[in-house]
């Protein structure tokens, strides 16, 4: 299952551009973010065999975590490996996968002119066995609020029977939606695009109210002439309805 969530917002000056991006990436450093899926490895009942993660310079963090279905017996305790900073031209790679595991990664951003910063979360939970990640699903989307969530379900290969029968997929589903609580359904408009054959299931989201407080950082809508509440929210709507399409809308 793979997450992307979106967290809008609307800073009326470049300093408090700066201070979103700063706010954004302390509320979501890799400390904060390693709590948050070390309660999905509780939710969905996988034991954890490893965790990596990483802050990075100027924004942005990571986190990688292995899991396993069952306790498994290693050689060595689990630790979390913290790097250094990487400079511009490192990479990072995470082996020795037992079974399957979580991922987060963040991306906080912002219109060169135009006002707009965002915030995505790209997770992959990624599990086999009896575990599955549709048990986290409320418990992510409540963690990170976020104004736009686009979901991804695929249940990839098979298993088989002790006759040898393939089983394709084992359990009953028709879309995200139905494991997603009605209070949350109630407070997003939902579009489904699955392909049942092929086991793929895919849902979109977006906040239905539209609270201009809510966008607005560092200031409150009372501070700003009527005219330009018009135009910022015009432009916050325009860059909602492109990531929720997904394509520039012109």
């Known amino acids: 299952m793979s997450f992307n969530f979106y967290d809008i917002c609307y800073a009326l000056s470049q300093d408090q551009h700066k201070k979103y991006i700063e706010y954004i990436d302390e509320e979501y450093n890799a400390d904060r973010l390693v709590k948050i899926l070390t309660s999905v490895a509780e939710i969905i009942e996988a034991n954890i065999l490893n965790i990596a993660n990483q802050d990075y310079d100027p924004q942005g963090a990571s986190v990688t975590m292995l899991v396993a279905e069952n306790q498994i017996m290693v050689r060595e305790p689990m ?12 990479q990072s790679l995470v082996g020795h996968l037992d079974k399957s595991h979580i991922t987060v990664h963040t991306y906080p951003e912002n219109h060169p002119d135009k006002g707009i910063s965002t ?8 599990t ?11 418990y992510l989307i409540t ?13 990839r290969g098979f298993t088989r029977d002790v006759n040898g029968r ?4 084992d359990h009953k589903i028709n879309s995200i939606q139905n494991f997603i609580s009605e209070e949350t359904r109630n407070r997003y408009q939902l579009i489904d695009v699955n392909v049942y054959q092929d086991n793929i299931f895919h849902t979109k989201m977006l906040l239905r109210e539209f609270d201009l407080d809510h966008y ?10 009527s005219s330009k509440r018009r135009r910022v929210k015009q432009r916050i709507k325009h860059e909602m309805q492109e990531i929720f399409s997904g394509r520039n809308v012109f």
């Open 128 to 138: 086999c066995g009896q575990i599955s990640p549709l048990k986290a699903l409320n």
């Open 166 to 169: 393939k089983y394709f997929i």
């Open 79 to 90: 630790e979390i490996l913290e790097n250094e900073a990487p400079g511009p031209d490192s």
């Open 143 to 155: 963690s990170f609020e976020p104004d736009i969530a686009i979901i991804d379900y695929r249940v």
């Open 119 to 126: 915030f995505r979360a790209d997770i992959d939970v990624s």
């Open 216 to 225: 607005l950082f560092g200031a409150e809508k009372e501070e700003i002439s």
